[in-house]
């Protein structure tokens, strides 16, 4: 082995040196090369940039899996490269729990046909959730993670080659100070050009490297836009398959209604909603569901129209239905053969079947 001891010797004069002038600094004993402003505040936007870069991405894994211990169990799995396994999300296991338990209480009932289609709306949700997180770990985590274990690794590599070379600077200024024969002099001129030279030139690559931050702020927003977007996706998504939901459970309000009365006869008298959407939207109040039945019989056995509040926003599933609008005010009537879950609906020249359950007759 090549074992030059006056290399060593070198070394260990250099490294005592910087010791010396960094303790002389903190005691004030030494000057110290200042840097430039523009360098120092590209150094301050640096070290902000990285701090909250930290911090957004450490919420935005919170955000994305809520439960610390299965964080902790994907951050060992990837410092391992090993594929964590694949688990049902909370979404997915509540659709499964519902599906299940419409299949034991007959899906041919009212409430395990509900119970089987809000489970399978709960897998779509985890299904879009799953795809949401996917996208937001790739487009946007990733990027972040990548400028502080790559980009920011190199900008403190440099900056602390910038200290040391500054640090050489200032020695080789006190040794010069400290010169008294023309000799010493002359020595310590000539390295005081050298460490000046090496010092600009590494404040010239730190000072380049700063400024790529600049290009690590304008991709950061386009990952920002990215996230943004798989958000509005996924939250779409969801709203998309609650109101189609809310369909399909508002299609049989009548077995729901029953059900629930027939459950509670024999009991203490409760005031069950006659709707079957979801507990977002407001009760009907003001009129008891028996008062509002009479009121919907009277004008089926009747051939004249009544004048009705809309209670909720209604989207038509078909060209036969009319679409409705909360707190508007239309015209219904009765139509010979049409289901009793269902009313003809008029506004001004618009006509077409309107669900009972989102209307409230007017006197």
């Known amino acids: 082995m090549d074992f030059n001891v006056k290399r060593l010797a070198a070394d260990a004069g ?11 600094e903190k005691l004030g004993q030494a000057e110290k090369t200042e840097l430039d402003a523009h360098l120092e505040n590209l150094l301050v936007r640096a070290e902000n940039t990285k701090q909250w870069t930290e911090r957004i991405m450490k919420q935005t894994e919170v955000l994305l899996q809520p439960n610390p211990n299965v964080r902790l169990e994907e951050f060992l799995y990837e410092k391992l490269e090993k594929k964590a396994p694949t688990r049902m999300n909370n979404h997915e296991l509540l659709g499964q729990s519902m599906i ?3 299949n034991e209480f007959g899906p041919g009932t009212a409430y395990g046909n509900a119970l089987t289609k809000c489970g399978e709306t709960e897998k779509q949700v985890g299904g879009a959730e799953r795809e949401f997180i996917h996208s937001a770990a790739i487009n946007f985590l990733t990027p972040f993670r990548n400028f502080l274990e790559g980009d920011f690794k190199t900008i403190l590599k440099e900056r602390k080659l910038l200290q040391v070379k500054r640090l050489d600077l200032d020695a080789a200024k006190t040794r010069l100070k400290k010169a008294r024969m023309a ?13 000046q030279s090496e010092f600009d030139r590494q404040a ?11 290009s690590t702020h304008a991709h950061h927003l386009r990952c920002l836009n ?8 996924y939250y779409a998504q969801c709203y ?3 109101v189609d939901l809310q369909k399909q459970l508002g299609s049989f309000p009548s077995s729901f ?12 008298s409760i005031s069950v909603p006659t709707i079957a959407v979801s507990a977002s939207l407001p009760n009907p109040s003001g009129h008891g569901s028996s008062a509002a039945s009479g009121g919907f019989s009277e004008l089926r056995s009747s051939s004249g129209s009544r004048k009705a509040r809309v209670l909720y926003d209604y989207d038509a599933a078909s060209s036969s239905e009319l679409s409705l609008l909360a707190d508007e005010v239309i015209t219904v009537s009765s139509v010979p053969g049409m289901d009793s879950d269902w009313l003809m609906g008029e506004r001004g020249t618009q006509k077409g079947k309107v669900p009972i359950t989102y209307l409230e007759l007017l006197n």
């Open 226 to 233: 990215d996230f943004v977007e798989a958000q509005t996706t």
């Open 183 to 195: 000799d010493a002099r002359a020595a310590a001129e000539q390295e005081l050009r050298m460490t």
């Open 204 to 214: 010239e690559i730190t000072r380049l490297l700063l400024e790529g931050v600049s």
């Open 14 to 24: 250099t490294f005592l040196s910087r010791a010396v002038q960094f303790t002389e």
């Open 257 to 268: 209604s029953n059900n629930n009365q027939s459950s509670v006869s024999g009991g203490a």
């Open 240 to 242: 998309q398959y609650m």
């Open 100 to 102: 299940e338990s419409g």
